[in-house]
């Protein structure tokens, strides 16, 4: 499993935009990359995936470059419901064992 | 977006006792399921995947006499905590996955066991 960097914490505003970059410098050809959310005492949940450049959909984009060693998680004029832990996996696509690193907690200020 | 429930959302038990924990999918089959444990301000540890009818696969590290899973249906996984002690204490994540939804991981709202 590649391992995973990502900042501990962030801090932003509510109508911001807030970029959380991940590190993945050993990712293999296969592997893709996936984005969950955790808010505090409940599971977490799926946010995005991708496998190069860029995916978007209702919640976030996600751009991965080309040499794919790093991804950001875009998130899109921040809520303070946003306020959560964002966990970066990266692993194939039909690797059912998920390896949560550390994660980014991000608080959303008024 | 499926669910996947947990009962109950928290627990709190004596030392030495034993604590059930259920994980159902509840508008899906599913083909596995996970148990995660995470403490606190801490990431999910993988604890172990369990098929339908089949023996769970432990991660290294997790003793399967202490956590005992059941997964007796394609709907219901359940995680016991046999003779619990209070660094059990934790707070117990499951998920499903089916192949009909490709191979996503549902999770479910989580399980607080607090032992005292």
């Known amino acids: 499993l590649a391992k995973t960097t990502q900042p501990i914490s962030m801090d932003s505003y509510e109508g911001q935009e807030v970029n959380i970059t991940c590190s993945h410098n050993n990712i293999a050809t296969n592997d893709y990359i996936t984005w969950y959310q955790q808010f505090p005492s409940q599971g977490p949940r799926f946010i995005i995936q991708?496998?190069?450049t860029k995916v978007t959909n209702e919640v976030a984009s996600l751009f991965i470059p080309a040499d794919r060693k790093s991804s950001t998680l875009s998130l899109p004029r921040v809520s303070l419901s946003d306020t959560a832990v964002y966990y970066c996996?990266?692993?194939?696509?039909?690797?059912?064992?998920?390896?949560f690193g550390a994660g980014t907690t991000v608080t959303v200020r008024a | 977006g499926a669910v996947v429930s947990q009962h109950p959302s928290w627990v709190i038990c004596k030392s030495g006792t034993s604590v059930k924990i259920e994980c159902r999918s509840l508008d899906f089959q599913a083909t596995t399921m996970f148990w995660y444990r995470q403490f606190p301000k801490q990431s999910l540890m993988l604890m172990a995947t369990?098929?339908?009818?089949?023996?769970?696969?432990?991660e290294q590290g997790v003793e399967k006499d202490k956590f005992l899973i059941n997964h007796a249906s394609l709907t219901l996984s359940t995680l016991t905590v046999t003779s619990a002690h209070p660094e059990d204490s934790s707070f117990y994540i499951c998920?499903?996955?089916?192949?009909?939804?490709?191979?996503?991981?549902?999770f479910g709202p989580g399980t607080r066991l607090t032992v005292l």
């Open positions: 996996l990266v692993a194939l696509i039909n690797d059912y064992k998920l390896s």
């Open positions: 998920s499903a996955m089916s192949r009909l939804l490709d191979n996503e991981q549902f």
């Open positions: 991708g496998y190069k």
């Open positions: 369990s098929n339908e009818g089949s023996k769970a696969t432990y």
